[in-house]
């Protein structure tokens, strides 16, 4: 069964969630965008429907509320540690079939390639998801070839049309606000796209001895090794560690979990100071080969949902649709030629 409730009403739905849970969607912020005086639509907390951005996709995505840019995991003294605490509050996050189909990623990064993480379970046991239809594709999606342009496993879904809201609503806990602000029920079904203006094709023939042929080599002169491609990335999870020590104490601080990027250069600095894949088109070998095909080989699909965020913020133009459908075919030309 599903509901059609006007913009007053579902603030008043959104009113009675917000006891339990803190509501996140992609929303406006103003002057804060990467260059000056712009804005930037990515997730915050919201109160009111209103104030969620529905026509566009964020330039960021959800994934700072389950992986916090920088998580402080526990504090520490000379004699005891003491656990952070969590948010006081479960979290309901509005997104897109792509970031929802990334959730599934992340829960096997973080639950089942080996013991649970717990600070990630925590989190995640608290959390719902909302749905929102997309009536069109945005510019440099291809969530279509991915196989990621639908989503059933919802806790609520919404299609906004015309200052109308349309849910369909299996979690109880959520429809019980919804029953009672609604103006009428109705059957919905969340809207999805049936077509990119971008296709993707990763070749069929696609081995490990691509990473040993020149196509990499471009990416060293145009890379500048940013990393807001994997920032913006809602499968993308890398994050060092920081201890951080107070300076009224030096034997007291905390220690916090905190994102990086296999673009940055001390990603993969070790002890006595070696460091491992320095060049550019080395890192976006990585890169680009564990999101179409390593992470495959171990979890059975692909780790890349085909939002399409990598090309639209890199301020260098490379995109991960030419890498895949230009790039890999001509990298695997050249393994068979070679004989490798």
């Known amino acids: 069964m599903g509901y059609q409730l006007s913009g007053q009403a579902l603030t008043s739905a959104f009113k009675k969630w917000s006891a339990e849970y803190d509501i996140y969607a992609p929303m406006v912020f103003e002057g804060t965008g990467r260059f000056s005086e712009t804005d930037v639509i990515r997730y915050g907390k919201v109160t009111d429907p209103a104030q969620i951005v529905w026509d566009e996709r964020s330039e960021y995505s959800f994934k700072d509320v389950l992986t916090p840019v920088c998580q402080v995991l526990f504090y520490f003294t000379e004699n005891e540690v003491k656990e952070a605490d969590f948010p006081p509050k479960g979290a309901i996050i509005f997104l897109r079939s792509c970031d929802l189909h990334a959730v599934k990623r992340l829960d096997f990064m973080f639950l089942e390639n080996g ?25 440099d999606c291809f969530c279509v070839s991915m196989g990621t342009n639908v989503s059933t496993d919802y806790d609520a879904a919404v299609n906004a049309k015309d200052g109308e809201y349309f849910l369909d609503c299996p979690d109880a806990t959520l429809a019980a606000a919804l029953q009672e602000f609604a103006e009428r029920t109705c059957d919905v079904v969340p809207d999805h796209v049936e077509e990119d203006d971008v296709e ?48 009224e104490n030096g034997k007291a601080g905390e220690r916090r979990r905190v994102q990086t990027s296999c673009m ?3 990603y993969t600095t070790v002890a006595g100071g070696g460091c491992f894949r320095q060049k550019a088109g080395e890192r976006m070998r990585f890169k680009v080969l564990h999101k179409v095909m390593d992470f495959n080989t171990r979890a059975g699909f692909q780790m890349c949902v085909g939002c399409g965020r990598c090309d639209a ?13 230009t790039k890999l075919p001509q990298g695997m030309k050249e393994v068979l030629e070679n004989g490798q």
């Open 115 to 139: 013991p649970e993480d717990y600070y990630y379970k925590t989190l995640r046991d608290r959390v719902k998801f909302v749905l929102m239809g997309c009536e069109h594709p945005f510019e």
């Open 200 to 247: 993707v094709t990763i070749p069929d023939n696609l081995t490990n001895a691509i990473a040993k042929t020149s196509i990499w080599d471009e990416y060293d002169k145009r890379c500048i090794k940013c990393g807001r491609c994997t920032l913006a990335c809602p499968t993308c999870t890398c994050w060092s560690m920081q201890d951080i020590f107070y300076t």
């Open 264 to 266: 940055f250069d001390d």
């Open 313 to 325: 913020i890199c301020p260098e133009y490379i995109s991960l649709t030419n890498c895949i459908n």
